[in-house]
Nanobody
Framework: QVQLVESGGGLVQPGGSLRLSCAAS????????MAWYRQAPGKQRERGEL??????????TFADSVKGRFTISRDNAKDIMYLQMNRLTFADAAIYYC?????????????????WGQGTPVTVSS
């Protein structure tokens, strides 16, 4: 059983910073891509927009709206991903979801499957 558990969300003032963490646990053979998505209040799309992604080799992708403010990283030895969020704005308020594309076992071919965390809320308020 694989679990993704997010932490680090909370209340922050505009211009402030937060660091989110996502820890993967359970039976994991290989993690390919990890990513953060966010769902803003009142938006229809399930789990919302892609915020940032990081491949197993470290290649990163960011939404235009967070470039230069957010940094994504991962510790492959511990199966943890981070999202450092700086200069937060009201538009960043959302539920942030962790995503991982991983193979629980070493079958051939590797059975890569999507996994999602439960989400952690980020509130930006003055």
């Amino acid at each position: 059983q694989v679990q993704l558990v997010e932490s680090g969300g909370g209340l922050v003032q505009p211009g402030g910073s937060l660091r989110l963490s996502c820890a993967a646990s359970g039976t994991i053979f290989k993690i390919n891509q990890m990513a953060w998505y966010r769902q803003a209040p009142g938006k229809q799309r399930e789990r919302g927009e892609l915020v940032a992604a990081i491949a197993s080799g470290g290649e990163t992708t960011f939404a235009d709206s967070v470039k230069g403010r957010f940094t994504i990283s991962r510790d492959n030895a511990k199966d943890i991903m981070y999202l450092q969020m700086n200069r937060l704005t009201f538009a960043d308020a959302a539920i942030y979801y962790c995503f991982a594309l991983l193979a629980p076992t070493d079958q051939t071919p590797l059975p890569f499957t999507h996994y999602w965390g439960q989400g952690t809320p980020v509130t930006v308020s003055s």
